[in-house]
C-alpha cells in the first residue's frame, strides 16, 4: 500500500538519476520522482512497478512538491552549473520554512556555498552531496559526500546510510550484494556528515582530480610495459590482475586487468588498440588544480594528470610531430620480472604522493573555508562505492587514527617507511624512461614532488634574490627571524654589489 506522502523526491531521471531513484527505493524508501519531460517520468515508473519503497511519478513540479513529506527532501541530479540553479528557482516558491534542496551533481564548491548561503536566507536548507561511483555506483551503493547544516544531514542519514556502499569493518574491503545487482546490507556505510556548505562538493572535487591522477598513472604503467618491455596488451592486463592481488589491490588496477584482456568483438584486436588516444574530461580534474595554484598547495602530480589529458587531445599535432621530432632509440635490457617489481614499486610510491597532495590540499582548504574536516573518515568512505576505492585507502584511515593532525601522508610512518623501501626501484624506472625517451609526466612529477618535500633547502633563494632585482619584492634573511623582509639597493645590471 502506497504511503500518503512519499519519503523524499528526485528531480532529472538521466541514468544517475535513475539509478539513484531504484537505490533508495529498493531499501524501502518510497520516492517520487519529475523529470521536465513527462514521458520520461511515465516510462520510468512503468518499468518499475515493484520496487521495496515505491516510486511515484508526478506530472507537474506542484504534483511533486505536494506528494513529499514534511519536511520536504528534494535530491537535484540535473547537470551542474545553470541547470541546477533553474530548478531551484523553480522549487523556491513551492517550498516551505525548513524543507531541503539536496544537490547531487558535480557541482563547483563555490557554487554550492553561494546556493546554501541564498536558501538560507529563505529559511530553505540544502546540501551540497558528491555522489561517486558511476552509474553502477548509484544503483547499488555509492560513496556519499554530504555537506551543509548538520540539521539537514541528520534528516537525510537514514536514507544516506542505507543507500551507501558497505565496507567490512575490520578490512575495509567492499562488500557485495547477496546476489548479483542486489542492494548490499550489513557492513559500515560509506557516507558522513563531511561540513558546512560546500565542503561536501570540495571534498569529491578532490577525490576526483586524485582520480584523474590514479588513472593516468596507471596509464603511464601500462605504457612502460609497452615501450620497454615490449609486452603484448593482454600480458599487461595479467600483470595488473596479479598487481590486483597485492597493495595495488583497487577498482581501478581490477577494470585495467579487464581492459587489457579484452578484445575488440569487431577486429579481434585487442580492444584497447582500436581505441583513439584522445581522453576526455568534465573538468572536475582541472578544478582540483586551479584550486591548489588559488590556495598556493602544491598538487602537481593531479596537474600533470590535467595536461596528459590535455596533450593527448593534442592528437592531429603529435602525430606531425612524430614525423619530424627525434629522441632515443628504444634499447632497455632490462629484465621482465625485475623490470616489472620495480615499476610496481614506482606506481605504489607515486600513488602515495598523488593522495598526499589531494589530503594536503583539503587540509589547506578547511582552514580557507573554515570547515571542520575529519580525513580519517573521508578515506573510509572512499573505500567502497567511489572509483578510487582500494585497499590503501585503510592505510590512510590508520594514518589519521595515528595521528589526526597528520600535515602529509608521506611523514606517516607506513608511507614513510613504504617509500624508503621502493623509491630505488621508483628512480631505477625513470631513469630507463628518461633515457629511453618514454614520456611517463606523473611518475616524474609524483617524484620531484617527493624531493621536493623532503629537501630543507631549495633553489628558491636565488629565486626571490631574481625577483629583489628586478622589482624590488624583498626577501628574507636565514639569519634573521622569519617574517622581517629586506631589500638591496642593487647596482646596474653586470656590476656585483660589494659587501658593506
Avoid at 363 to 383: C, D, P, S
Amino acid at each position: 500500500m502506497p504511503k500518503t506522502h512519499s519519503d523524499i523526491g528526485l528531480v532529472g531521471l538521466a541514468v544517475m538519476g535513475q539509478n539513484l531513484a531504484l537505490n533508495i527505493a529498493d531499501h524501502g524508501f518510497q520516492i517520487s520522482v519529475y523529470n521536465r519531460t513527462a514521458s520520461v517520468t511515465d516510462k520510468f515508473v512503468a518499468e518499475n512497478p515493484s520496487t521495496p519503497g515505491g516510486v511515484v511519478g508526478c506530472a507537474t513540479l506542484e504534483a511533486f512538491v505536494a506528494s513529499l513529506a514534511r519536511p520536504r527532501k528534494i535530491v537535484i541530479l540535473v547537470k551542474a552549473g545553470s541547470g541546477t540553479d533553474a530548478v531551484i528557482d523553480s522549487l523556491i516558491p513551492l517550498l516551505e520554512t525548513g524543507d531541503i534542496i539536496i544537490d547531487g551533481g558535480n557541482a563547483l564548491w563555490t557554487d554550492t556555498i553561494r546556493r546554501e548561503k541564498a536558501l538560507s536566507a529563505k529559511g530553505l536548507r540544502f546540501v551540497g552531496s558528491g555522489v561517486s561511483g558511476g552509474e553502477e555506483g548509484a544503483r547499488f551503493g555509492p560513496s556519499l559526500m554530504p555537506g551543509g547544516d548538520p540539521s539537514s544531514y541528520r534528516e537525510i542519514e537514514p536514507i544516506w546510510t542505507a543507500i551507501a556502499a558497505k565496507v567490512d569493518a575490520e578490512t575495509g574491503k567492499p562488500l557485495a550484494g547477496a546476489a548479483p545487482g542486489q542492494p548490499v546490507t550489513g557492513g559500515v556505510p560509506c557516507t558522513t556528515y563531511i561540513g558546512a556548505n560546500g565542503a561536501g562538493h570540495y571534498v569529491k572535487m578532490v577525490h576526483n582530480g586524485i582520480e584523474y591522477g590514479d588513472m593516468q598513472m596507471i596509464c603511464e604503467a601500462y605504457s612502460i610495459m609497452r615501450n620497454l618491455l615490449g609486452m603484448t596488451a593482454a600480458e599487461c592486463g595479467e600483470v595488473f590482475a596479479e598487481w590486483n592481488r597485492g597493495n595495488l589491490d583497487s577498482f581501478l588496477i581490477e577494470i585495467t586487468a579487464d581492459i587489457l584482456q579484452q578484445k575488440d568483438p569487431a577486429t579481434g584486436a585487442p580492444f584497447v588498440e582500436i581505441v583513439l588516444d584522445t581522453a576526455g574530461q568534465k573538468g572536475t580534474g582541472k578544478w582540483t588544480s586551479v584550486n591548489a595554484l588559488d590556495m598556493g598547495v602544491p598538487a602537481p602530480t593531479v596537474a600533470e594528470a590535467v595536461f596528459a589529458r590535455f596533450m593527448s587531445a593534442i592528437k592531429d599535432e603529435r602525430v606531425a610531430a612524430a614525423a619530424s621530432l627525434t629522441g632515443p632509440a628504444v634499447s632497455f635490457t632490462g629484465e621482465r620480472e625485475a623490470t616489472l617489481t620495480a615499476l610496481r614499486d614506482a606506481l605504489y610510491c607515486s600513488k602515495i604522493c598523488a593522495y598526499a597532495q589531494g589530503f594536503q590540499l583539503m587540509r589547506v582548504a578547511q582552514a580557507e573555508y573554515n570547515w571542520t574536516l575529519n580525513f580519517g573518515e573521508i578515506a573510509k568512505i572512499f573505500r567502497g562505492g567511489c572509483i578510487i576505492r582500494a585497499r590503501f585507502l585503510q592505510k590512510i584511515t590508520e594514518a589519521y587514527q595515528r595521528d589526526a593532525n597528520l600535515q602529509n601522508l608521506l611523514l606517516d610512518p607506513y608511507f614513510r617507511g613504504e617509500i624508503e623501501r621502493g623509491q630505488a626501484n621508483w628512480r631505477a624506472i625513470l631513469a630507463a624512461c628518461a633515457t629511453n625517451g618514454v614520456a611517463a609526466p606523473t611518475f616524474f612529477s609524483a617524484l620531484s614532488y617527493y624531493d621536493g618535500y623532503r629537501s630543507a633547502s631549495l633553489p628558491a633563494n636565488l629565486l626571490q634574490a631574481q625577483r629583489d632585482y628586478f622589482g624590488a619584492h624583498t626577501y628574507e634573511r636565514v639569519d634573521q627571524p622569519r617574517g622581517r623582509f629586506f631589500h638591496l639597493d642593487w647596482p646596474e645590471p653586470g656590476r656585483p654589489q660589494l659587501a658593506i
